[in-house]
């Protein structure tokens, strides 16, 4: 099983709101990643937890806050956020961050800010 | 700075024939490569993956060739399906670096019936 799950699959929400992208995992896996996609371009990274503690931060704006309250979940709350964070984000996981360690998609949310 | 580049946007075939896309890398010290598939609007799918140690992998119709000394790797899909129709990236990572990948730009793959 390689599967990532993710909710909601389509988010719309203004620039003054908070909501928040969750993702799971049941593969076991203790790292865990946010990337950002525009369209027709590759996947940006955003962050990466390892066991349950951020690891990598690529210098997100801090409208964008992670947590990983366990080692299956991982939720990105967002605020404040401006129109050019429209994007589709993906979360993906992995068995750990050694290396050579194949990462694992989920299906991504779309989300539109007004 | 681009470290992984797919020159090619786009590639049509005919079905049945075969495919092949192809990546560059600048970075030397990458280690591990990987190929995902993409449909509209949802995220890749993994579909191969190569260590720097090998310089072929195979996967049913899916096959990866890596050529270190010229930083280029290639995906064979042979014979080729209409629902092969997607955007391929490729992937690089470097040990030591948090298991960061780096992704080429994709190309959109059309398998013609």
């Known amino acids: 099983d390689t599967e990532v799950t993710q909710t909601p699959k389509h988010l719309v929400m203004g620039m003054t709101n908070k909501k928040s992208l969750k993702c799971e995992q049941h593969?076991?896996?203790?790292?865990m990643y946010w990337y950002k996609q525009k369209a027709k371009k590759p996947p940006e990274l955003m962050f990466v937890?390892?066991?349950?503690?951020?690891?990598i931060n690529e210098s997100v704006p801090s409208r964008f806050s992670p947590e990983c309250p366990n080692s299956s979940l991982l939720n990105l709350h967002l605020h404040a956020l401006q129109p050019e964070d429209s994007a589709l984000y993906l979360c993906?996981?992995?068995?750990?961050?050694?290396?050579?360690?194949?990462?694992?998609f989920g299906p991504g949310t779309r989300l539109l800010v007004l | 700075d681009q470290q992984v580049k797919q020159n090619s946007p786009s590639l049509s075939v005919q079905e049945g024939r075969i495919s092949i896309l192809n990546c560059d890398y600048t970075n030397s010290m990458f280690d591990y490569f990987l190929w995902y598939k993409k449909y509209p609007a949802e995220g890749p799918t993994f579909l191969i993956s190569i260590s720097s140690i090998k310089d072929k992998n195979e996967d049913g119709r899916f096959t990866v060739f890596l050529n270190k000394s010229a930083k280029h790797l290639s995906l064979h899909i042979v014979p080729s399906q209409p629902g092969d129709s997607a955007v391929y990236f490729c992937a690089a990572s470097e040990r030591g670096t948090g298991n960061q990948f780096y992704f080429g730009t994709g190309t959109s793959l059309t398998v013609i019936p």
């Open positions: 993906a996981s992995s068995q750990a961050i050694r290396g050579q360690e194949t990462q694992y």
């Open positions: 593969m076991g896996h203790r790292a």
């Open positions: 937890y390892s066991y349950e503690k951020l690891s």
